[in-house]
Structures are given as structure tokens and as C-alpha cells.
């Protein structure tokens, strides 16, 4: 029996299981929110060549849990989006140009890479009065009014309620009986971050074509290279086999081709990613004293840039729903998962059949599928005010507006970024003391 396995169990009222972004973010939101939170788990590994393209309302979020500087230092803002239709059907479709200037925005929204971004959220947890420990859950115990978690080196955990931020295979989920749905595409995603000769303007532009999307997303500058775009580029397997097999000088001249040369020759910087593409859906997305956000609960291709924005609306519905609640109140508790659990089926519903949808009409050649996309193309280039409608819906879908994305703070006990009152530090405190006396979610011994 290890060392650790006798040890006295950490106790919390949060347990949030998974130190991904999706769980970095949920602990943060969490734990501004005044919650007593541990995070568990080991930090995720280097994702070469990825970055993750950020959006009006995931900005809302970072600058709610206190991350945005950072992450806008580390990021290139995204103004312009432009979708070509590049798969040769009959009829010619017009490229749709989107720009954030058209609803308002200075930007859609960020591109960062997956590494900078898990490092920043990393050392805001650390700052925060988080409890983290690095080591896998090995098993969960549902019954009763706790749940423990068995971590792989013998210790225990107690918590009055889990987030499951633990990935696609999560055991928290399969111990809390949760049912999923799998399936694959004859897909490979490769990733890479490029320098190349031309400005990118801030655009990012995604070439439709018959083996998906090929993407280039802009990057800020660095050092020498003045421009640089990441690039995901969805491909069959066999493909994927090819080209990864290819000297770099030639799949530089490939990726040059296929971007029809409008940045210039391009030098491929980082690693190659490679990922393959796959779904995933739930039968439901909280079980007693759990919820489920991020992966462990949705996956799709990355198409239009919306898995991890997607988990972080996840993470602020949830916190939005246990705001008010006494997790000790099971009656509270399941009436707050209930809510969740419809606020979100919807939003996660529409993006994971929205993405299934365009891939399958871009890798299945089906001349009606072929009018029906190239109609959608047409219609929004002609129509200011379905474009608009679709913009602001890409970027801050009005379903799902919980707190943390319109920009408010959390309810308390903080006060920041309001100025202080003469005398409002010593309410402050007093306010701070009464709430852990009382029976309520913040006292510190529950
Ligand atoms: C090529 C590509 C490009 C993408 N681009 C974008 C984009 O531009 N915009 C966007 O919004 N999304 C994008 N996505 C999607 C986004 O990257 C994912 O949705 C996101 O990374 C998922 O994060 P997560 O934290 O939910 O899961 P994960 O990153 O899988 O994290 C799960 C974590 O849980 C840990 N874990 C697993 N088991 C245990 C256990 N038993 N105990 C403790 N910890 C455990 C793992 O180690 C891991 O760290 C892209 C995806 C791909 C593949």
C-alpha cells in the first residue's frame, strides 16, 4: 500500500476532474465565484501545431476569470473571415467575407496557440486559491450525499459535487453510467503553425473542399516572422499518410497550392499535428453529483473553430445554474442540473449536427447537397441581414448568455474592478465572515 494511500481524503465542495482547458477554465470560473475547488489531474501534454481560435463570447469569459490580457499578448485578433467554396461543383459559388466591424466588433475574436493558452489559465489557477493536484482519477464512489474519487496514487478526494472536464474517454463519466454515442470520419486533421511571405490582415480563410476544410488561421508575429498563420487541414487517412511521408520543401509547395498562393511561399515552423476526426454525443449530461462539460460530453472536426468554445459556454451555464445553490440540498441541486441540462442540449445539439452536416456535404459529392451549400453561400453574401444574424450567432449564440459571458462579474464575495466605498473593505469582510457561519454553499467545512 503507497504512502499517500492512508492519508486523511481532501475535502472540497468542487471537484473539478481534468486539468485540460476545458477544466482549467471551470476550476477558475469556480473558484472566482467564491467555491472551495480542487483540480485533479496531470497537466495535458504539448498539442504540437495546434492553436484555438477564440470568440466574442469565450472573451467575455477569459476577461471574467481574470485571463484575457494574457491571452490577447499571446494571441492574433481575428477581423476578417472568409470561406471559399473550392470543391469544383457545377455551379460557381461566390466567396462569403465576413467582418467583425459589420456587428460591432473590433475582432470575431482570438487565435492562440493550445500550449500558451493551458500555460496562462495554468498560472492563474495557481494564483487563485485553488487546491491542484496532479495525478489521475482512478475511481469514483457515487453513493451518499459525497462523491469520492480515488486518485491513481492511493489518495482520496471528497467533494459535494464533480465537473467532469476529463476529456472524450472520461471516467467520470462511465462511472456515473452516462451512455455515449460514437462515430468516425474518413478523416485525418493535420496541424502546423506557418511562417509566410505575405500579411495575413488578420483574416482568417477556410478553402472548402472535397476532403474538408483547409484553414489558415492568423498568428501574431514572432521574432523574425512577421507574418504567420496556423493551419488545420482536414484529409483522408491515406492522404494524411502521403503527405506526412513527403520531404517539408514539398508539402511547403502543397500547402502554397492550396492557399492559391495568396500569402506568398510559406516555411512550416512546428511539429505536424495529426488528429483523428471523430463525434460523440451524450445521453445525458449530468448523473446526481455530476456534470459533464467540454469533451467528455461533445466532439466534432473542427470546422468553424467550436469545440472549446463551445465547453467553455458549458462551464459558464453551470456555474451560471449552481450559483445560488446549497449542494447539500439535493432537491436544489438536481432542480440546477435539470436546468443545466436543457440549457445546454440545445446549443451542443445544433453545433455537433451544424459541423456533422457541412463535412458530410463537403465529402460526399451529391450534386443537390452541392446547391443546398452553394444556395446558403449565396444567400448570406446577398443578404446583410441574415449575415449578420449568422455572425453574431458564430460568435455570441443568444441560447446560451450565462453570466460569465456578458461580461459581469462574479456575484461574490469579490468586489473587484468596483471602486471600494469609504468603509466598504470592513463590510466587506463582515459579509465574508457571516457567509462562513452560515448553513449556505460557502462555508468552508462542507
Ligand atoms: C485540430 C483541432 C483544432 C481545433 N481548433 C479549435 C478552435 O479553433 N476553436 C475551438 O473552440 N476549438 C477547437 N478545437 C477543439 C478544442 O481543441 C477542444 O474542444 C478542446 O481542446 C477540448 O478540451 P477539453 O479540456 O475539454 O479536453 P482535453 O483537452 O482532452 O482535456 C482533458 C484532460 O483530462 C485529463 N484526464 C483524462 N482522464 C483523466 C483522469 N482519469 N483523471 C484526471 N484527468 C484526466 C487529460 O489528461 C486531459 O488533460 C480544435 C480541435 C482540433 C482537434
Redesign the pocket.
Known amino acids: 500500500m503507497s504512502e499517500t494511500a492512508g492519508a486523511a481524503p481532501i475535502e472540497t465542495q468542487i471537484l473539478v476532474?481534468?486539468?485540460?482547458?476545458?477544466?482549467l477554465a471551470a476550476a477558475l470560473a469556480f473558484a472566482r465565484a467564491g467555491w472551495r475547488v480542487t483540480l485533479?489531474?496531470?497537466p495535458?501534454a504539448p498539442l504540437p501545431g495546434?492553436?484555438?481560435?477564440?470568440f466574442e463570447a469565450s472573451v467575455r469569459f477569459l476577461e471574467s476569470i481574470g485571463a484575457l490580457e494574457a491571452v490577447k499578448a499571446a494571441a492574433c485578433p481575428i477581423e476578417t473571415i472568409r470561406m471559399i467554396d473550392d470543391t469544383d461543383q457545377l455551379l460557381p459559388v461566390p466567396d462569403l467575407v465576413m467582418r467583425a466591424e459589420e456587428i460591432d466588433l473590433p475582432a470575431f475574436g482570438y487565435n492562440v496557440s493550445?500550449d500558451e493558452l493551458t500555460a496562462i489559465l495554468q498560472e492563474r489557477a495557481r494564483a487563485e486559491s485553488i487546491e491542484i493536484v496532479e495525478a489521475?482519477?482512478a475511481d469514483y464512489d457515487f453513493e451518499g450525499d459525497l462523491v469520492a474519487a480515488r486518485l491513481a496514487d492511493g489518495r482520496r478526494i471528497e467533494a459535494q459535487f464533480v465537473i467532469a472536464?476529463?476529456?472524450?474517454?472520461?471516467?467520470a463519466r462511465n462511472a456515473a453510467g452516462i451512455d455515449t454515442k460514437e462515430w468516425t470520419y474518413p478523416q485525418i486533421?493535420l496541424?502546423a503553425l506557418l511562417r509566410h511571405e505575405l500579411p495575413h490582415d488578420n483574416i482568417s480563410t477556410e478553402y472548402h473542399t472535397r476532403s474538408g476544410p483547409f484553414t489558415l488561421?492568423p498568428l501574431p508575429a514572432c521574432g523574425e516572422a512577421e507574418n504567420r498563420s496556423s493551419l488545420?487541414w482536414l484529409m483522408s487517412p491515406r492522404d494524411a499518410r502521403r503527405r506526412l511521408a513527403k520531404p517539408r520543401a514539398e508539402l511547403e509547395y502543397e500547402l502554397e497550392d492550396h492557399a492559391h498562393g495568396k500569402l506568398g511561399t510559406m516555411t512550416i515552423e512546428s511539429d505536424i499535428?495529426e488528429?483523428r476526426m471523430g463525434g460523440m454525443q451524450v445521453s445525458r449530461l449530468t448523473a446526481g453529483r455530476l456534470a459533464l462539460v467540454?469533451?467528455?460530453c461533445h466532439v466534432f472536426p473542427?470546422i468553424g473553430?467550436?469545440?472549446?468554445?463551445?465547453?467553455l459556454r458549458d462551464v459558464a451555464d453551470l456555474e451560471d445554474c449552481l450559483a445560488s445553490v446549497d449542494l447539500r440540498n439535493e432537491r436544489e441541486l438536481s432542480r440546477a442540473l435539470l436546468r443545466y441540462e436543457l440549457q445546454r442540449r440545445a446549443d451542443i445539439g445544433f453545433r455537433t449536427h451544424g459541423v456533422d452536416l457541412l463535412n458530410r456535404s463537403l465529402i460526399i459529392p451529391y450534386l443537390p447537397i452541392d446547391l443546398i451549400r452553394g444556395a446558403g453561400f449565396v444567400a448570406m453574401t446577398a443578404l446583410g441581414p441574415l449575415r449578420r444574424a449568422v455572425m453574431r450567432e458564430g460568435v455570441a449564440p443568444h441560447l446560451a448568455r450565462p453570466r460569465l459571458m456578458r461580461g459581469e462579474e462574479p456575484r461574490e464575495p469579490r468586489l473587484r474592478g468596483k471602486r471600494p466605498r469609504p468603509g466598504a473593505e470592513l463590510v466587506g469582510a463582515a459579509r465574508e465572515a457571516l457567509a462562513l457561519l452560515r448553513p449556505g454553499r460557502r462555508g468552508a467545512g462542507r
Open positions: 476532474a481534468g486539468a485540460g482547458s476545458t477544466g485533479a489531474g496531470r495535458p495546434r492553436t484555438v481560435a477564440l493550445n489521475e482519477i472536464a476529463d476529456g472524450r474517454a472520461s471516467r486533421a496541424t488561421v488545420v499535428g488528429f467540454g469533451e467528455t473542427p473553430a467550436q469545440g472549446l468554445n463551445l465547453s
